[in-house]
């Protein structure tokens, strides 16, 4: 098997310029591995790259999302081994920085020291860096597909949201984006003995997957009033969670306000850098509101991920769209840009 040489990947150079391009097979030092890519799933965050740019300087290799063979080991790793079909996540806590002796892993100060913005798995070869090797690197049984194993870090990241949100038995969930991590949310707080749970999308498709997926009640925007359709179906109330993920400053405020008094929000989808929302102060006090945000995933969510898409626990087949060629990566941000998709597997 080809190890040495030069390897196939999708190269981001600027807003909307993309090209597949011959790179060097990554180099393992110790600890690391390196992977044969069988599939890398598309994330909205490498669609926003695509659209917009990213905080660091191109040129780099898109895609973070990914499961394959590994190929070859670096010095010092011991129970992985060439042959085995792995997935895993982008990163890893150090488990010695301030945040992770408090337990925040994801805000660990060395998590994505070891990657430069993406982990690159748009490519025929990807290399996995140690910590991340030694900590958040899964082998998938028979029987589960590199497709559907390619999705642990996206799930992780909602189970990541979902704990944060300390949903309880019969609580009402409102979610606000049927996207994605919108659809991992409806199954994640359905698991979790949700009593009522009410999807938001302006899109008639995703609605109706979200209602397959386990939603009660589904809300189109365009032709309802979010606030007042969620505080309708909550006998006036509001929602005991609401969970942004849709990711624009007005579906952030929509979000606050959907809420009951004493009510939990979680504001999960990033918008644009940059942008403000305006909260009421006066109802933010009195009504007792909990505001939080939720970033990324931590080395026990990425396990337990894993191990409910591994069991089928979590559904995650109904997200991937389709499969394409490495080469078709264009097309296939495209199609998730225009709502044709919602998860793609690329395929060296």
């Known amino acids: 098997m080809k190890m040495e040489g030069e390897m196939s990947a999708i190269v981001y150079r600027a807003p909307r310029d993309i090209k597949l391009e011959k790179r060097p097979v990554p180099k393992l030092g110790p600890g690391e591995i390196l992977l044969k890519v069988k599939a890398a799933t598309t994330c909205g965050t490498d669609l926003k790259t695509y659209l917009r740019g990213y905080r660091a300087p191109p040129p780099f290799i898109l895609g973070h999302e990914y499961a ?6 670096g010095e010092g790793v011991t129970w992985l081994k060439p042959g085995m079909r792995v997935s895993g996540v982008n990163s ?6 301030y945040y992770c002796q408090h337990g925040q892993y994801s805000l660990c100060d060395s998590l994505f ?3 430069y ?9 990807v290399k996995i860096p140690a910590q991340i090797a030694k900590v958040n690197v899964f082998e998938i049984p028979k029987g589960v597909s590199y497709e559907k194993a390619a999705l642990t870090e996206p799930l992780a990241c909602a189970l990541q949201g979902v704990e944060d949100c300390d949903i309880q038995i019969g609580d009402s969930v409102a979610i606000i984006g049927c996207g994605p991590l919108g659809l991992f949310f409806v199954q994640l707080v359905k698991s979790r003995g949700a009593g009522k749970i009410v999807s938001l999308d302006l899109t008639s498709h995703r609605l109706d997957l979200a209602k397959k ?3 009660d009640f589904v809300v189109n925007p365009q032709s309802t009033d979010p606030i007042k359709a969620v505080r309708e179906l909550t006998d006036g109330r509001g929602a005991d969670v609401v969970i942004e993920a849709a990711g624009y400053p007005e579906t952030w405020e929509q979000a606050i306000a959907m809420a009951r008094k004493g009510g939990r929000v979680n504001l999960f989808a990033g918008p644009p850098a940059g942008t403000k929302v305006t909260v009421d102060t006066n109802r933010m006090h009195y009504d007792s509101l909990k505001l939080l945000a939720t970033f990324h995933l931590t080395p026990s969510t990425a396990r337990r991920s894993f191990d409910m898409i591994a069991s089928g626990r979590i559904d995650v087949g109904p997200l991937l769209t389709t499969k394409m060629r490495l080469e078709e990566a264009e097309k296939a941000l495209l199609m998730m840009k225009e709502g044709k998709a919602l998860k793609i597997a690329l395929t060296p």
Do not use: M, R, S
């Open 92 to 97: 890893a806590p150090c488990f010695t920085c």
């Open 113 to 115: 020291k070891d990657i």
């Open 117 to 125: 913005v993406f982990l690159g798995t748009f490519a025929e070869y």
């Open 213 to 215: 997926l386990g939603a």
């Open 68 to 73: 394959g063979d590994i190929v070859k080991v």
